[in-house]
C-alpha cells in the first residue's frame, strides 16, 4: 500500500503569512495527488486535484505542485476562513489519505 | 440544492450490524462513482468503499473486506453501506462523496472525492 506523509502534523501562523503544507508518497504517483481541507466539525472540501488543479469555486491563494513522491500545498495569504486541517489523497492505487496538518492561529 | 445526506448511524455492539444510507439530490447521481470515507473520533480520514455507476465494480480497504457491502439505488438517488461484525475501531463519522475523475496524459484518472455529506456517526461500544 502507498503510505502518505504529511508534515508539520500542525503549525501555528497569522493572518497574512504564506503557509505551505508538504506531502510525501511512499512511492511515486505522478500527479494523482488530491487536496482537501476540513474545519472544525465538518465535512472535508475539495481544493485542489491532479496535484495542481484548483477545485471549481476554491480561492486562487491556494495552490498546489509536485509530482512523483513530492506535494506542496500553498496558501498565499492566510485567511481567518483558512484555519483548518488538510489532508493530501493519493489515487495512484486505492486511495489513502495523509494523517492532516492542521492550521492554526498564532 | 446539491447535497448528500448521511443516515442510519448509531450505537452499536460489537459484532452487530448497521445499514447507512445516503441519499442525492440535486446532483444525477447515477452518473457518479459513489464511495464511503470514514473519520476516526478526533483521528485522520480514511477510505471505505466505493461503487461504479451501475454497481459493476466495488472496491474496499483490506480492512473492512468481508464485512462491509457497498451497494445503491440509482432510481432512489441512494447509496448504502450494510456493515456487520463490527468492532471498537470501525467507529467512526462515516461520509458519503461523489467521486470525480480527471485523466492524466491518457492514462489512467485522477480520482478524487468532489461532493461530501455532512456524516453520520457510528459508535460501536458494548
Known amino acids: 500500500d502507498i503510505q502518505m506523509t504529511q508534515s508539520p502534523s500542525s503549525l501555528s501562523a497569522s493572518v497574512g503569512d504564506r503557509v505551505t503544507i508538504t506531502c510525501r508518497a511512499s512511492?511515486?504517483?505522478?500527479?494523482?495527488l488530491n487536496w482537501y481541507q476540513q474545519r472544525p466539525g465538518k465535512a472535508p472540501d475539495l481544493l485542489i486535484y491532479a496535484a495542481s488543479r484548483l477545485q471549481s469555486g476554491v480561492p486562487s491563494r491556494f495552490s498546489g505542485s509536485g509530482s512523483g513522491t513530492d506535494f506542496t500545498l500553498t496558501i498565499f495569504s492566510l485567511q481567518p476562513e483558512d484555519f483548518a486541517t488538510y489532508y493530501c489523497q493519493q489515487s495512484f492505487s486505492t486511495l489513502t489519505f495523509g494523517g492532516g496538518t492542521k492550521v492554526e492561529i498564532k | 440544492e446539491v447535497q448528500l445526506v448521511e443516515s442510519g448511524g448509531g450505537l452499536v455492539q460489537p459484532g452487530g450490524s448497521l445499514r447507512l444510507s445516503c441519499a442525492g439530490s440535486g446532483i444525477t447521481f447515477s452518473s457518479y462513482w459513489m464511495g464511503w470515507v470514514r473519520q476516526a473520533p478526533g483521528k485522520g480520514l480514511e477510505w471505505v468503499a466505493t461503487v461504479k455507476q451501475d454497481e459493476s465494480l466495488k472496491h474496499y480497504v483490506d480492512s473492512v473486506k468481508g464485512r462491509v457491502t457497498i451497494s445503491r439505488d440509482n432510481a432512489n438517488n441512494s447509496l448504502f453501506l450494510q456493515m456487520s461484525s463490527l468492532r471498537a475501531e470501525d467507529t467512526a463519522v462515516y461520509y458519503c462523496a461523489t467521486l470525480g475523475d480527471f485523466e492524466l496524459h491518457g492514462g489512467n484518472p485522477v480520482w478524487y472525492f468532489a461532493l461530501w455529506g455532512r456524516g453520520t456517526l457510528v459508535t460501536v461500544s458494548s
Open positions: 512511492q511515486s504517483i505522478s500527479r494523482y
